[in-house]
């Protein structure tokens, strides 16, 4: 059995004397436990949104959540609030893109640590600062003794980002959420962390669930990739197989526009036109259709099904790229 | 997406053309791709991107302002300020009677112990000196919009010249031009304003809107230079820079024009204060010593509190007037600041 | 438009600029008690026709140094000279009118835009400023070339910024500086604020633009590999300083600093076998504050190539180490040749408010 299954999840926000705007659009998609699952898109895909409503972090009012988020047998979505905000610490935890709001910034960073440990895994003050320290050093920050007694802001933010992260490991959660964990750092921070995000995963077995824009962040870590697109997911397949074969003309763009550090240089890129506004609704058929170079008269007949594909993927497309082109 | 209940708004924006199609259409072909679809599709397709496409060219201003129309609040603000407006500009054709004339029919019947009250031909009675209060509660609205506008808008010019001052040189001129403000935020308003009126040798309703319009200079100067030095260190101003426009123009079109949206909000809400300020000063006697001058504040003051016990009336009429135009005002002002700023709504 | 005039010969040239701002502290009057050393020292020139690329880690001081060029900050020492005109020693007006030439492209494509003006006061303020607005005709014609330029439509011009989406604003942005006809283009974080597939197309654009117009760019950007894509020399800072500067293509194929080549096995390939097999060269610890920079080699803290002798006592002079490749590194060679060996680094804390503090260890990040 999967460690969490989200079935046809759909978050559509109303408010007061607008249209209502559907974020999230039967989403499905299911995490193993050990395993990384990516969450890829653009801004306004849905992919936040996604992991805000498996958290049950959505605002209470002006949004409507209907779905399933099946985690250990139980469904989120159906928790009292109390039941889920137990879960949310100790089985589940999450990582933020901005460290420095996501910390608390009055109050020590080993309290912090500190406090989750005491209120999900009823430790001691004092067990809980030792523990805290231990939690600290694992995630590699220098000299954690002494930043146990220190404030946000006086760290880094890649420091600051690895203590969120001992944070959210602290109880040991089954999955990890991250949402676009390094977007606020400089590169070479981002190669730190994504590399201690690796080594926690195969050393403690945690699933994790990555969220990004970044497709080269999802290259070198995620084992199946789900790539979103105006709120639905439009292709899944494993990462290797993605890479060298995307079948959607989206994830096919993606990878034709980004300029490659080992490309050859001086061409143009290949860019997808038009903007993500171009969209037309599902319901019309293929939102993607206004800026796609394969669109055929199928594409405007209402919304294509997410079918599964010779390679162990599912892909939502009446006109995929055929398999041969492959990525220059 | 760190805010996911900002929703792109669909159609607001839209990526019309892009140097693909641009290029392409030079050749006088179809965007790539597109020449496969059928002609009724291709139609459909245009069609859809007709719906999310809009018309363009709202300003922000405009944009505010069909917020401000969408909020329930500011709407009720407004139709009170708009009532009292209408009031005090109509005031002589509302008003039956003449506020300054004292009725025989009224003063024959004023003895120390009761005042007349409602009858068909006075609807509200009598004041103390035989006059009819409805009418003076009427008049009175005149003059509580005269006094209250008239300070604002002297305490919003006197401001905005400090304020713009400070924030368009700084260094030494902002250093002394705030201290000057921090010394006259340090007093209480009204205690400020008192000592304003006292100081004038005879006081009139001109030391009443001069000493309101004072206290408020202080607050507008603040607030626009901070949002001048917050505008200073914007992006948009350093374009400017980078583009070569001058240091003057880009204080008098950049800065400036940016910063005043927070004072005209600070304007609406101050106007609420001034009328309550102005009313103050009345109430203890501070403000218009002529006795025909029908005026809130006064009524409230000296009338209201001396025949309390008599007819309480007198008192509770003028009471709420002023609370319910000041009311009128901030939530009027407090529309305007959501409206222009919609991130701050809670 | 402006011919491509000869294309040798530097259209600017930095000698030795510095921008260092001062730390203020004090009840009542303020006191200088350090300086932030954002730029220390850089030279380099670009060519006509030619794109510079700048890339570097926030507060490298990068961004800083293209307004400095721009004088929007004040650089502290050093010359600025841009066609023949050293313009640190230009008086207000004649720098005002100068700036006609060199134009700026924002980060952020709607902070960047006055909110409050529709698209054609946005275009036609550079215009005014300069005394280029006389003519009501020629002005129309001009505001709706540019527009076209960037593949706007002349509807545009009566509407606002809020109105477009992201890419929209940055071509709304990059019209405003084309309207001018510069011969130099300023791009601070071109395209960092925009959805990848829209990066693309803006990228495309500058590249277009280039072509047809001769510009000048220098490319400010923290990105590698769209600094790789567009530029034709790349310069690579680190802490107020140069430490590399090639031809695009050499630096890629063979990154010489240290800190080069840390910096690109850190960008993410979106390539599962290329991430599968690269080896990460991960730096250890943080940026150093620029209040107090490490003395000698500024990189020597996280260096996996740090050697005990010269790289803690003695800054390193960018020196032309292969043809047209400038490395600031005393063992550039013997790096290249493989002489030495990378070794584990002790990651020093560094703080960010209030800089470097000295001589703290702790956990060891080892290096492969």
């Given amino acids: 059995m999967s460690l969490l299954d989200v079935r046809d999840l759909s ?27 990516g969450l890829v898109g653009e801004s306004g895909c849905g992919k936040s949104v996604t992991s805000l409503a498996i958290m ?5 009012r002006g949004n409507k959540v209907t779905g399933e988020v099946n985690f250990d047998g139980a469904d989120l979505l159906k928790l009292r609030p109390d039941d889920l905000r137990d879960r949310r610490g100790r089985d589940i935890g999450m990582i933020f893109q901005d460290p420095l709001s996501s910390l608390n910034p009055v109050i020590p960073i080993g309290t912090q640590v500190a406090e989750v440990l005491e209120r999900h895994r009823g430790m001691d003050h004092k067990a809980a600062l030792k523990e805290a320290r231990e939690l600290l050093d694992a995630v590699g920050i220098p000299d954690p003794t002494r930043r146990l007694k220190e404030y946000p802001h006086q760290i880094s933010g890649g420091m600051r980002q690895r203590a969120l992260i001992a944070i959210a490991l602290a109880c040991k959660p089954r999955l990890l959420i991250a949402d676009e964990p390094t977007t606020a750092l400089d590169v070479t921070i981002q190669a730190q962390i994504l590399t201690l995000l690796k080594e926690l995963v195969d050393e403690t077995g945690t699933a994790l669930i990555m969220i990004t824009h970044d497709l080269g962040v999802v290259a070198g870590l995620c084992d199946t990739v789900n790539v979103l697109y105006g709120g639905k997911i439009v292709e899944r397949a494993e990462r290797h197989e993605l890479f060298a074969r995307p079948r959607h003309p989206y994830t096919h763009g993606l990878l034709n526009s980004v300029p490659r550090l080992d490309s050859p240089r001086g061409e143009r890129l290949h860019a997808i036109r038009g903007s993500v506004a171009d969209n037309i609704p599902w319901a019309e058929g293929c939102a993607f259709a206004p800026r796609c170079d394969n669109v055929v008269d199928a594409c405007l007949d209402g919304t294509p099904p997410l079918e599964p594909t010779a390679n162990g993927g599912d892909l939502r497309c009446n006109n995929p790229v055929s398999e041969e082109v492959a990525v220059p | ?43 459909r397709l245009e069609q859809l991107a007709q719906a999310t496409a809009d018309k363009g060219g709202v300003s922000l201003v405009r944009d505010a302002f069909r917020r401000l129309r969408r909020n329930p609040t500011a709407m009720v603000g407004a139709s009170i300020v708009a009532l009292f407006v209408l009031v005090a500009i109509f005031a002589p054709l509302l008003a039956p009677h003449d506020p300054a004339q004292r009725f025989d ?36 609205s ?33 250093n002394i031009l705030m201290r000057f403000t921090d010394v006259m935020l340090a007093l209480p308003a009204l205690l400020l304003a008192i000592s304003l009126v006292a100081m004038a040798s005879r006081s009139s309703q001109w030391t009443v809107i001069l000493a309101v319009a004072i206290v408020n200079v202080p607050i507008f100067a603040r607030l626009l230079r901070g949002s001048m030095l917050a505008q200073r260190e914007s992006d948009h101003v350093l374009a400017a820079r980078a583009l070569g426009v001058k240091r003057g123009a880009i204080v008098l079109r950049h800065m400036l024009p940016n910063a005043m949206t927070a004072v005209i ?49 007198l008192a509770y009429f003028p009471a709420v007037a002023i609370i319910v135009v000041a009311l009128g005002f901030t939530l009027l002002g407090e529309g305007m600041r959501e409206a222009i700023d919609p991130k701050s709504r809670r | 438009m402006t011919e491509p005039t000869e294309p040798t010969g530097p259209l600017v040239e930095l000698r030795d600029v510095k921008v260092h701002f001062p730390i203020k502290s004090g009840v009542l009057f303020d006191r200088t008690i350090g300086h932030v050393y954002a730029v220390d020292g850089v030279s380099l020139a670009i060519n006509r026709g030619e794109t510079y690329g700048l890339v570097g880690e926030s507060g490298c001081g990068k961004s800083t140094l293209g307004r400095g060029l721009l004088r929007l900050v004040e650089p502290t020492d050093g010359e600025i000279v841009f066609d023949g005109t050293d313009l640190r020693a230009l008086k207000d007006e004649p720098m005002r009118r100068i700036r006609r030439r060199i134009q700026m492209i924002f980060q952020d494509p709607l902070s960047s835009l006055d909110p409050r003006q529709s698209v054609e006061s946005l275009l036609v303020e550079g215009l005014k400023a300069h005394g280029l607005a006389k003519d009501k005709a020629a002005v129309d014609k001009r505001l709706r070339e540019a527009l076209a330029a960037v593949g706007l ?19 709304i942005g990059i019209a405003r500086a084309l309207v001018l006809e510069p011969d130099l283009i300023v791009a601070d974080e071109p395209v960092s604020a925009l959805d990848v597939s829209i990066q693309a197309q803006v990228l495309n654009l500058l590249d ?82 620029p209040a107090n920079p490490p003395a000698g080699c500024r990189f020597h803290t996280r260096c996996p190539w740090a050697q005990p002798t010269r790289c803690a006592d003695e800054r390193p002079a960018l020196r032309e180490v292969l043809d047209g490749h400038r490395v600031a590194c005393h063992y550039a060679e013997d790096i290249a040749a493989g002489k030495i060996r990378p070794h584990e680094v002790e990651p020093e804390l560094v703080r960010p408010d209030d800089g470097a503090a000295p001589g703290e260890t702790g956990e060891l990040i080892p290096t492969p």
């Fill in chain 2, 142 to 174: 005149r003059q509580t919009l005269f006094v209250g506008v008239l300070a604002t808008l002297i305490g919003l010019a006197l401001g905005v010249l400090v304020g713009a001052l400070a924030g368009a040189f700084g260094g030494w001129v902002d």
């Fill in chain 2, 1 to 43: 997406m760190s805010d996911p209940i900002i929703q792109p708004t669909v159609g607001a924006q839209r990526e019309s053309v892009d140097p693909s199609a641009v290029t392409e259409k030079r050749e006088g072909t179809l965007p790539r791709g597109l020449d496969r679809l059928g002609e009724r599709k291709r139609a």
């Fill in chain 1, 11 to 37: 978050v559509v926000f109303q408010r007061r004397g607008e249209r209502p705007f559907t974020a999230v659009d039967e989403v499905s998609f299911s995490v193993e436990p050990g395993q990384t699952v």
């Fill in chain 2, 105 to 140: 029919e009224l003063t024959k019947n004023l003895t120390v112990d009761s005042i007349p009250g409602a009858s068909s031909e006075f609807p509200l009675g009598s004041d103390p000196l035989g006059r009819d209060f409805l009418s003076r509660m009427i008049h009175g």
């Fill in chain 3, 153 to 171: 439509p002349a509807s545009a011009l009566s509407k606002y910024p809020h109105e477009f989406s992201g890419g929209q604003r940055q071509r």
């Fill in chain 2, 265 to 313: 909000v600070q304007a609406t809400l101050t106007l609420s204060t001034a009328i309550l300020e102005a009313a103050s000063l009345s109430f203890l006697g501070l403000g218009d010593p002529d006795i025909n001058r029908a005026e809130w504040g006064l009524m409230l003051g000296v009338d209201g509190q001396r025949y309390f016990e008599v007819r309480p009336e």
């Fill in chain 3, 208 to 289: 277009e633009l280039q072509d047809e117009r001769g510009l000048t760019y220098l490319i400010i950007a923290h990105d590698l590999a769209v600094v790789r894509h567009i530029a034709d020399t790349v310069g690579v800072m680190y802490l107020g300083g140069l430490v590399e500067e090639a031809s695009s293509d050499d630096l890629y194929r063979e990154p010489m600093h240290p800190y080069t080549r840390a910096l690109m096995s850190a960008v993410p390939v979106p390539d599962p076998q290329v991430e599968d097999r690269r080896e990460r060269i991960l730096l250890a610890g943080d940026l150093p504050s």
């Fill in chain 1, 56 to 60: 049950g972090l959505l605002p209470q």
